[in-house]
C-alpha cells in the first residue's frame, strides 16, 4: 500500500494519444473531441456527413491536433469496422474510442414503425457496441502502458420518464448496460469503460426546442440551474474519463444535467 508521502497526482493529459469519436461532426460529439484536442489527443472524426466533419477537423487542427475525417453510416457494422481499423491504421494507435453518435424521433409511442424503431437501435445501440468491440480488439493488440478508455454517450432519459422519446429511451438504456457489462468482461485488460448522461443541452438537435422563446421556458422548468448545458461544459468530464486520472474508475455513468435528476427526486 502506498503512503501518504508517496502520493503522485495523475495527469489529465492526453498527449501522445489517439481518439476516435463517433458523431463528431456536430454538437456534443464536436465539443468531446474539441475537449479530447485541448488535452493533447489527437483525433479521428465520423458520423454521416462528411462536411461536418471537415468543418470539426479544422477546429481540432486549430487546436494544434491531428485530425482525421472518415465519413461513416454507423447503423452499418462492416463500416464501423473499417471505421476503427483506419483510425489504427492512420495514427498507428488507438487508445480512447467516444460512442456519441445518436439519433433521437420525438412522437408518441403508437406512431413509431419498425423501421423508425431499427434506425434509432441501428445506430445509437448496434453501431456503439460493435465499435467498442473493434476498438477493443485494436487495444488488445497495442499493448499499451496506458489504459484503453471507453466513453459511451448515455442520456438521463435512461433513467426518467421523458414523454414521446421511449425507443431512444430505450436504446440509452442499453448503452448504460452495455457499459456496465463491458466494465466487468474488460477490468483485467487495462480498459475501462464508462458513459456520461447528459440531460438538456443546445445543439442543433435541440436548436427547434431552445431557440422557440415558449419551448425553451417550459425545458429549462426542470432544471434547477434555470438553463440548458452547452458542448464544452461535457469537456471535464470528458477528459477525466480519458485519461490516467479516471484509472479506477470503470462501470459508471456519470450524469452532466444542471441538477435535473436531483430536482425530480426532491420534487417527488
Known amino acids: 500500500m502506498l503512503l501518504d508521502s508517496e502520493f503522485q497526482m495523475p495527469s489529465f493529459r492526453l498527449d501522445g494519444r489517439v481518439a476516435l469519436v463517433t458523431g463528431g461532426g456536430r454538437g456534443l460529439?464536436?465539443?468531446?473531441?474539441?475537449?479530447?484536442?485541448?488535452?493533447?489527443?489527437?483525433?479521428?472524426?465520423?458520423?454521416?456527413?462528411?462536411?461536418?466533419?471537415?468543418?470539426?477537423?479544422?477546429?481540432?487542427?486549430?487546436?494544434?491536433?491531428?485530425?482525421?475525417?472518415?465519413?461513416?453510416?454507423?447503423?452499418?457494422?462492416?463500416?464501423?469496422?473499417?471505421?476503427?481499423?483506419?483510425?489504427?491504421?492512420?495514427f498507428g494507435q488507438l487508445d480512447i474510442l467516444v460512442n456519441c453518435a445518436a439519433i433521437n424521433m420525438r412522437q408518441p409511442a403508437s406512431q413509431f414503425t419498425v423501421e423508425d424503431w431499427d434506425k434509432i437501435m441501428n445506430i445509437n445501440l448496434r453501431g456503439s457496441f460493435f465499435a467498442a468491440q473493434e476498438a477493443v480488439r485494436v487495444m488488445r493488440q497495442q499493448r499499451s502502458a496506458h489504459k484503453g478508455k471507453i466513453i459511451n454517450v448515455s442520456s438521463i432519459a435512461a433513467e426518467i420518464v421523458v414523454p414521446n422519446v421511449t425507443p431512444y429511451a430505450t436504446s440509452k438504456g442499453g448503452i448504460r448496460q452495455m457499459t456496465r457489462g463491458l466494465s466487468v468482461e474488460l477490468a483485467k485488460e487495462n480498459i475501462c469503460v464508462n458513459a456520461i448522461a447528459p440531460g438538456r443541452f443546445w445543439t442543433q438537435?435541440?436548436?427547434?426546442?431552445?431557440?422557440?422563446?415558449?419551448?425553451?421556458?417550459?425545458?429549462?422548468?426542470?432544471?434547477?440551474m434555470g438553463r440548458p448545458g452547452i458542448p464544452s461544459e461535457l469537456a471535464g468530464v470528458t477528459v477525466l474519463l480519458a485519461s490516467d486520472a479516471s484509472d479506477y474508475i470503470t462501470g459508471q455513468t456519470i450524469t452532466v444535467d444542471g441538477g435535473w435528476t436531483v430536482g425530480v427526486a426532491v420534487k417527488a
Open 205 to 224: 438537435m435541440t436548436d427547434s426546442v431552445f431557440s422557440n422563446p415558449d419551448l425553451y421556458d417550459s425545458a429549462v422548468s426542470v432544471i434547477p
Open 29 to 90: 460529439g464536436v465539443g468531446m473531441a474539441q475537449a479530447l484536442a485541448h488535452a493533447g489527443a489527437d483525433i479521428a472524426l465520423a458520423a454521416r456527413t462528411e462536411s461536418e466533419l471537415e468543418n470539426a477537423a479544422e477546429l481540432v487542427r486549430a487546436i494544434g491536433s491531428r485530425a482525421l475525417v472518415l465519413p461513416t453510416d454507423i447503423a452499418n457494422v462492416e463500416a464501423v469496422r473499417a471505421m476503427v481499423n483506419r483510425t489504427a491504421e492512420h
